[in-house]
Nanobody
Framework: QVHLVESGGGSVQAGGSLTLSCAAS????????MGWFRQAPGKEREGVAI????????LYADSVKGRFTIYFNNAKNTVDLEMNSLKPEDTAIYYC????????????????????????WGQGTQVTVSS
C-alpha cells in the first residue's frame, strides 16, 4: 500500500509563492505518474501538473503554465509543486496523486488529468490566496 502525504499549504497574498511537497511511502516516484490536483469550493477537482521522473515528462494545466513547476526533490525525496505568481483563483485544496501502474498503465499521457487514472491520493493541503 502506498501512502501520500502533502505539506506546504498555507495562506499567501496574490503574487506570492508557495511550494507544496508530496511524500510517498514505497518507491513509486520514478516510473509512476505523480500528479497534483486541486479542488476549489463548489468546483470539480482538476489536474494541475504531472511528472514522470523516469521519462522526464512534465505536463501542466493551461491555467498554471509558466507559474507552477513540478519536480522531484532529490534532497527531500518528494514530488514538489513550486507555485509562483499566485492568484486568488488558485485557492483550493491541493492533492497529490499517483498511479497504480508504472507509466500510467493503459492510460494515455494525453489523459494525465483524468482522476480515474490515479489510484493513490493524499489527504490534501489547503492553499488560500488573498487579493
Amino acid at each position: 500500500q502506498v501512502h501520500l502525504v502533502e505539506s506546504g499549504g498555507g495562506s499567501v497574498q496574490a503574487g506570492g509563492s508557495l511550494t507544496l511537497s508530496c511524500a510517498a511511502s514505497g518507491d513509486i516516484y520514478r516510473r509512476n505518474w505523480m500528479g497534483w490536483f486541486r479542488q476549489a469550493p463548489g468546483k470539480e477537482r482538476e489536474g494541475v501538473a504531472i511528472i514522470v521522473s523516469a521519462t522526464g515528462t512534465r505536463l501542466y494545466a493551461d491555467s498554471v503554465k509558466g507559474r507552477f513547476t513540478i519536480y522531484f526533490n532529490n534532497a527531500k525525496n518528494t514530488v514538489d509543486l513550486e507555485m509562483n505568481s499566485l492568484k486568488p483563483e488558485d485557492t483550493a485544496i491541493y492533492y497529490c496523486a499517483a498511479t497504480f501502474e508504472p507509466y500510467g498503465g493503459t492510460w494515455s499521457i494525453y489523459n494525465w488529468d483524468a482522476e480515474r487514472a490515479y489510484h493513490y491520493w493524499g489527504q490534501g493541503t489547503q492553499v488560500t490566496v488573498s487579493s
